[in-house]
DNA sequence: GCCGTTTTCGGCCCGACTGTTTTCAGTCG
């Protein structure tokens, strides 16, 4: 458990040193000591590259939380395989306490308490010996444990084996929707904000964060704890209301008063690191901050505004994508802060699939080329870019695909001539990268197309070697104009392949290859930590939905999402330029 | 443990809610 695997990630290293912060905790170790390892591990935890890479650079001091001290037990864990400091300090306890800590309620010495007395030793049973333990109504008997405390940890330990994935983006949107009208239908909301990782758009959402702006608080909770949708109450008040919704996520909704609206919405949005960073800058100010407003001797002073919030911290507005605690309070201090492009600077999109049947690949579209340009239309777009999958290999000729994809290319040239929309079309086509990096079309399927968005579909367990050889080899061809979903991954299913993003990036900014930003709330990829990475590299990037129906369109704003939190501006994205000028770069 | 536009010492983010407590500790976000 204490040992380091090979291979071990970024969360497994928070997770051993949230363990030893455990330890620590309940030996009444320093206070600060704790939080300065929980600290560590929050930062660990949120890094943007892999920590075994910041160890080879040689720059484990520099990641925020990590010091001397700490520094050295990780050089000795990623060389060793473990720490004998920390086994040391773990020596001793339980080792069921550990995983009692993942009941809701249960901090470290709560499940130390339990672990000793019951003697859970074992991590793979302290569960299920607890429950037992309850069952048989020990748990009361001990000293400050009551009848409620047994309730809550039968219930947690139900609720904990039910664990399941993060939302996806459109399911926690349904969810809060679902909330917030039935908040509405209360009367008593001037308004209503979704706050949290969801307005920060993160790639996935734990729980769903709530402000009610209202200056009658506690009708509304109680109005709140009468709706339908709530399976269990985990804490209420007139200021904040925990709930399990029926879908069996967390909703929490919080109450504030207009003028501190403000200081509600900021600190409600977080991020944590983000927050804590505000606040240790504060401080240096000797000002305290909170949800209510900011303290300045004594007095508290409120804010309606976010904007105002901000400024009274001598800070330029940040965006909330951006509040990850990852330089954005630096540069807003110095006035670097991106100007983040925005879903109204999108000018088409260049990649969707179509139902024309060529015999494809994977999955073909559900729309005609004509719903495709109606939704296009409404939208407002300029253009937009076709690109079904290329024909299948398998069973089919040379030939043959030459052929279909000439049969393709009329049927596209006979909707424009019959359209009498403004929106130009690129005829494009989605290409297979083999797993030796060969494309699955002919060179003279090529020649028939505008451009090709090449993109990985198999082969998902190769090295990082074999993978950035994979893709470079990709993009020889110049009819490759767009490097589709790059990493591949599907959000809670699949971890996507890993290059050497250095070779890579640096490919497509010398050949000028767009890399993708893809909509699809499932992929969100490129992730945004690399559309960071990309941004600084200087590589053009574009942002698609990857529709295979014409509504799916609108999902364009999931990707501008992503781009917004990899700081992107609107000139980093090449489906914000005029026509005229992607025509251009098309026919490089 | 970490960290530095008042510091290499002496600080370290803030508030809400719950349960078992007669004044507060534990947990959470």
Request: some cysteine; proline content about 3%; glycine content about 8%.
């Amino acid at each position: 458990m204490l040992g380091m695997k090979k291979g071990m990630s970024n969360k497994e290293v928070a997770d051993l040193l949230e363990m030893v912060a455990a330890a620590f905790e309940i030996k009444d170790e320093d206070f600060f000591r704790v939080r300065a390892y929980k600290n560590a591990a929050a930062s660990i935890e949120h890094l943007s590259s892999q920590l075994k890479d910041v160890w080879d650079a040689d720059k484990l001091e520099e990641i925020p939380g990590v010091g001397p001290s700490l520094a050295q037990h990780l050089d000795e864990l990623i060389r060793t395989g473990r720490v004998k400091h920390f086994e040391q300090e773990v020596k001793g306890l339980p080792l069921g306490m550990f995983e009692l800590m993942k009941l809701e309620g249960v901090g470290a010495k709560t499940a130390y308490k339990l672990a000793s007395e019951f003697d859970l030793k074992d991590e793979k049973t302290a569960i299920d010996r607890l429950r037992r333990q309850i069952l048989a109504g020990k748990i009361k008997e001990l000293q400050g444990f009551g009848e409620k405390t047994e309730d809550e940890l039968l219930k947690a330990i139900g609720s904990v084996q039910s664990g399941s994935d993060r939302l996806l983006l459109p399911e926690a949107e349904a969810i809060a929707e679902e909330v917030v009208e039935y908040l509405r239908s209360s009367g008593l909301c001037e308004k209503i904000e979704v706050l949290g990782s969801l307005r920060r758009r993160a790639a996935t959402v734990g729980d769903i964060d709530l402000a009610v702006m209202t200056d009658k608080p506690t009708e509304l909770m109680e109005y709140l704890l009468k709706f339908k949708g709530i399976k269990k109450v985990l804490s209420t008040g007139s200021k904040t209301t925990m709930f399990i919704h029926s879908s069996g996520r967390q909703v929490d909704v919080k109450t504030q008063s207009k003028d501190r609206w403000g200081s509600m919405l900021q600190h409600y949005t977080g991020s944590k690191l983000h927050n804590i960073h505000l606040r240790k800058l504060a401080l240096e100010k000797k000002m305290s901050l909170s949800e209510h407003g900011i303290k300045k001797g004594g007095k508290l002073f409120k804010y309606a505004g976010e904007n105002e919030f901000y400024e009274a911290l001598g800070l330029k507005y940040i965006p909330p994508e951006l509040r990850e605690d990852s330089g954005e309070i630096e540069a807003s201090i110095k006035g670097g802060l991106p100007d983040l492009v925005e879903l109204k600077d999108i000018k088409g999109d260049l990649h969707m699939h179509t139902n024309i049947e060529i015999e494809t690949s994977h999955d073909m579209g559900m729309s005609s080329v004509s719903e495709l340009l109606n939704m296009a239309e409404s939208l407002g777009y300029e253009y937009i870019g076709l690109s079904d999958h290329n024909p299948k290999m398998k069973g089919l000729s040379e030939s043959a695909r030459v052929k279909v994809v000439k049969k393709r290319n009329e049927a596209i040239d006979k909707e424009i001539a019959s359209s009498e929309s403004s929106v130009k079309i690129f005829k494009g086509m989605e290409v297979d990268i083999r797993p030796d990096g060969r494309l699955a079309v002919s060179d003279e399927v090529l020649g028939l197309l505008d451009y090709a968005v090449v993109s990985i579909h198999a082969s998902f367990r190769q090295s990082k070697e074999e993978a950035t050889e994979r893709v470079l080899r990709a993009f020889d061809h110049p009819r490759v104009k767009i490097f589709g979903h790059p990493t591949g991954r599907m959000l809670n299913k699949r971890e996507g392949l890993d290059y050497d993003w250095e070779r890579v990036f640096e490919e497509c900014r010398r050949k000028r290859i767009a890399v993708e930003i893809n909509s699809s709330p499932e992929r969100l990829d490129l992730p945004d930590m690399l559309v960071r990475q990309a941004v600084k590299t200087g590589v053009l990037l574009v942002i698609n939905t990857d529709a295979h129906e014409a509504s799916s369109m609108k999902g364009m704003r999931y990707g501008v999402g992503v781009a917004r939190r990899g700081w992107a501006e609107a000139s980093n994205i090449i489906n914000t330029w005029p026509y005229k000028r992607v025509e251009k770069w098309i026919e490089s």
